[in-house]
């Protein structure tokens, strides 16, 4: 369950990409305190290049317990729980530091600007519901609660005569709003130019075919859920 | 339910059922598609592409036909995404969890061999997304795209992209004295491979 949300502008310095408040400070945060350490100031959110590391600096003045703090899951979906960070007290700096070792790619998608939205996880969020597999590095590779697990509902073959509609094809799960779970995508379809689209006319647990040519189509269909 | 696995949120809502879905997953690949060349998909498969250079493949596959030809001068990368079922999955997995039903079917994988690879991050429906449209801003290195049956000539494209290496664009356009944008005809999917 997420705990703290906050918007990075990211910066860079070097081979960090990020935010940093402490010296040489690169990018910002906002609104820059964490919720579950009773409002300390986040210092620094960034990932080396170079050293593939990502780092997670709150302000403290001796080391803080990991209570509360689960993992941050990043806007293309990476989630690196704090499980497999290690953390340290810098106290040249009075902050509180965990690090995820063997980060290769980029948590930001690769990019050096513009606003990203991290979410904090709390601590208990990972064990709550659903599963996890993890690599042998240890690094998370399937989380179903940050993961959209996509699955096959159904799929089928449809031929249509001219504009003509199907019956209602069985789709358990299917309402007529919720499109960003699930979806009917086509193995094949008459699609291309305007007026050419087949139709897809949503209900709830079923869903109807309308060909859109002039001619006989069939139309190789599945609908998932994502 | 007798076989299989099932997991709800804490509203009650499922969120996995190996009864009523079957997994959906990237079989083998990434393979080079390089221009002036074509292969044939299975009929109940999709294709994504990945960015091998800047700018837009030609990608044709008319309706009937399963074969995609590659044409113009940008060469692009493929994967394949269907049913767990349809085929013989990879030979080993080190991690992961595999569901079968009670007839020995393979209905969910969660095998590091290749669940870890894929996640959907969004399908625009019909009519959503128009010419030049942004389907995907950030790095492309592992972002696959895809959309129905593309098509191109002198002077129209088809659900077809232009790739970058910090975003990719929908391209649907027809030519009538002037570019004419197009709503997508077939939903576009951008899936997400983990390295």
Redesign the interface.
């Known amino acids: 369950m997420s705990v703290d949300t906050q918007t990075v502008t990211l910066g860079t310095n070097g081979d960090f990409v990020g935010y940093s408040s402490n010296s040489p400070t690169f990018g910002s945060i906002s609104d820059g305190t964490c919720n579950f350490k009773s409002g300390a100031a986040y210092e620094q959110l960034s990932w080396d290049s170079l050293n593939k590391y990502l780092r997670l600096q709150i302000n403290s003045t001796s080391q803080l317990s990991n209570a509360g703090f689960g993992g941050i899951s990043f806007p293309d979906g990476d989630f690196y729980p704090r499980t497999a960070s290690s953390i340290s007290f810098i106290s040249a700096i009075s902050t509180t530091q965990w690090l995820w070792s063997g980060v290769t790619t980029s948590p930001w998608g690769g990019s050096t600007s513009g606003n990203k939205i991290v979410t904090f996880a709390d601590d208990t969020s990972a064990g709550s519901y659903g599963f996890q597999v993890f690599n042998s590095n240890n690094l998370l590779i399937v989380d179903s609660a940050f993961d959209k697990q996509a699955s096959v509902i159904v799929q089928g073959s449809t031929t249509l005569g001219a504009n003509a509609t199907s019956g209602a094809i069985s789709c358990p799960g299917m309402t007529t709003t919720n499109s960003n779970e699930v979806s009917v995508l086509f193995y094949d379809e008459p699609s291309g130019s305007t007026g050419t689209a087949v139709t897809v006319t949503r209900g709830n647990g079923s869903f109807t075919l309308t060909n859109p040519i002039a001619s006989s189509s069939t139309i190789v269909w599945v609908a998932l859920r994502y | 339910m007798t076989y299989g696995v099932q ?4 509203a009650g809502a ?3 059922d190996s009864e ?6 990237v079989p083998y690949g990434p393979t080079s598609f390089a221009t002036g060349t074509s292969f044939t998909k299975q ?4 294709i994504l592409y990945n960015r091998a250079a800047n700018g837009v493949p030609l990608l044709k596959k008319p ?2 036909s ?1 074969t995609i030809t590659l044409g113009g001068a940008v060469a692009v990368n493929r994967i394949s ?1 269907r ?1 767990t079922d349809e085929d013989t999955p990879p030979a080993s997995g ?4 595999n569901v079968y039903d009670a007839g020995g079917t393979l209905t ?1 994988t ?1 095998s ?1 061999s290749y ?2 690879a ?6 625009f ?3 959503t997304i128009f010419n030049n449209g942004v389907v995907y801003s ?5 972002i696959w795209v895809g959309a ?2 593309p ?1 191109w000539g002198s002077t ?1 494209r ?2 077809q992209f232009n790739f970058s ?2 975003s990719i664009t929908f391209v649907n356009y ?1 030519i009538f004295g002037q570019t004419i944008s ?6 576009v ?1 951008v ?2 491979i ?2």
């Open positions: 997991v709800f949120n804490q499922t969120l996995l009523l879905q079957t997994s959906i997953q009929t109940e498969e999709i309706f009937g399963y995404i049913q080190t991690y992961g969890i969910k969660f590091d669940a870890r894929f996640t959907i991050i969004g399908i429906p019909t009519g950030g790095s492309t290195t592992d129905g049956s098509d129209w088809y659900n290496t910090t027809v197009l709503p997508n005809a077939s939903p999917i899936a997400k983990r390295s």
